[in-house]
Nanobody
Framework: QVQLVESGGGLVQVGGSLRLSCTAS????????TAWFRQAPGKEREFVGV????????YYADSVTGRFTISRDNDRNTLYLQMSSLKPEDSAVYYC?????????????????WGQGTQVTVSS
């Protein structure tokens, strides 16, 4: 069983930066795609971005393009989300996720493995 554990969340001021990490443990971790999603109170879980585990190809939601960067360290089985120029609307619980297969990248239901989430709060 694969387990994903996020860390790095916290309180940051508008315009600040934060880096989230997501480390996988358990059986051999070899997904096709790993991603970050977020969920604010009263809202649906929202796609943030993805990175292919082998090639490192990335794709982002329009709302974070140019401000967020996803990377991964395959040797450490760790996924990162570097967030900069943070806005109040970026406040949410951030989740990492992993999936296999060529299913839709943005659809959360296609992801079999999820972390427990880490809270990010951007104060104005």
């Amino acid at each position: 069983q694969v387990q994903l554990v996020e860390s790095g969340g916290g309180l940051v001021q508008v315009g600040g930066s934060l880096r989230l990490s997501c480390t996988a443990s358990g059986r051999t971790f070899s997904p096709s795609t790993t991603a970050w999603f977020r969920q604010a109170p009263g809202k649906e879980r929202e796609f943030v971005g993805v990175i292919s585990w082998i090639g490192g190809h990335t794709y982002y939601a329009d709302s974070v393009t140019g401000r967020f960067t996803i990377s991964r360290d395959n040797d450490r089985n760790t996924l990162y989300l570097q967030m900069s120029s943070l806005k109040p609307e970026d406040s949410a619980v951030y989740y990492c996720a992993a999936k296999m297969g060529p299913t839709s990248l943005k659809d959360a239901t296609n992801y079999a493995h999820w972390g427990q989430g880490t809270q990010v709060t951007v104060s104005s």
